[in-house]
């Protein structure tokens, strides 16, 4: 054997020597040390919800109204000047001044003595007056008719505060009228919603059938708008076509409208009580104040 194989077999080729193979199992990773675990914060307690309003921008804080005080836009609306609501976009955009400093906030309280500048004019509060008026016939309560005569001649003198009539009247219309200064009551018998009864005498162009009568008092329809009837009855000793009417409504529109709805022409109607205000003593085209116990009975509705 010569040399050159003697070589190839004492060291084979490089390129075919390979690792031997062990059956020994590598030994397992050691785990890598871990530190304490971390607490997880706990959660937060859910925030006990109140029951009070929030409290509105512009607004001061609440506290016992002491006597005689008063709310600065009621304070305005008292005055004449405006509306409650009116009053508080005033407030908000500082026109309103009390004792000479500006005032922004909701529902600040006047004390007596208080001296409040309103839009550059210092404001007197008047006094509340409730007249009430047996309208006759031939007065209006619309400002803008032309040769019409005003209900105003018919209150004139009886007072210098600034009054208006509660709810509309045309000049054929009678009966009671209610004037007032008090801005809050004029809206409040203005809302649709309330629910203070006016009870009305009609005279119609011919005698009421029963039947319509009947589905008179069931309620009806008009212009979109359900008309709750509280009663309707032939009035006594009169002929059939002699009605009384009560109900919420003191649009006399709407009373007008629910004849003409079963083709019977209105000839007159007469308001004979308001919220609870009645004819008695009062001669038609006179008037007379409300006692104190009649302006706490409308407050009250």
């Excluded at 407030?91 to 839009?119: A, C, H, R, W």
């Excluded at 006016?198 to 011919?206: M, P, S």
């Excluded at 069931?218 to 979109?224: F, I, N, P, V, W």
Aim: hydrophobic share 30%; aromatic share 6%; proline share 6%.
């Amino acid at each position: 054997m010569n040399n050159k194989e003697g070589n190839n077999k004492r060291g084979g080729a490089p390129g075919n020597r390979t690792r031997p193979n062990s059956n020994k199992p590598k030994p397992a990773m050691a785990k890598r040390a871990q530190g304490p675990k971390k607490a997880k914060p706990a959660p937060k307690a859910a925030e006990p919800v109140s029951d009070k309003p929030a409290k509105q921008p512009n607004q001061a804080p609440k506290r016992a109204k002491a006597k005689d005080e008063i709310r600065l836009n009621k304070y305005i609306a008292n005055s004449g000047a405006c509306s409650r609501r009116d009053a508080d976009i005033y407030i908000q955009s500082g026109n309103v001044k009390v004792n000479g400093i500006p005032v922004t906030e909701m529902g600040y309280l006047v004390k007596p003595g208080d001296v409040v500048n309103f839009d550059g004019a210092v404001l007197t509060p008047e006094k509340k007056e409730y007249i009430l008026l047996n309208k006759p016939k031939n007065f209006t309560t619309a400002e803008d008719e032309l040769n019409e005569r005003n209900v105003f001649e018919l209150v004139k003198g009886s007072t210098n505060s600034k009054i208006a009539p509660v709810g509309r009247m045309d000049k054929n219309t009678t009966g009671l009228l209610l004037f007032t200064n008090d801005t809050d009551m004029i809206r409040k018998f203005s809302l649709p919603s309330q629910k203070s009864s006016k009870i009305y005498q009609v005279t119609l162009d011919k005698n009421l059938k029963f039947e319509d009568l009947e589905r008179i008092s069931k309620g009806m329809t008009l212009d979109g708008h359900r008309v709750f009837v509280e009663e309707i009855s032939y009035i006594e000793n009169e002929p059939k076509s002699e009605i009384g009417l009560k109900l919420r409504s003191a649009n006399i529109k709407v009373v007008r409208n629910i004849f003409e709805h079963f083709q019977y022409d209105v000839l007159r109607i007469d308001r004979v009580s308001f919220a609870g205000l009645t004819k008695k003593n009062l001669p038609r085209g006179n008037w007379r104040f409300l006692t104190e116990q009649e302006i706490i009975n409308l407050k009250n509705v």
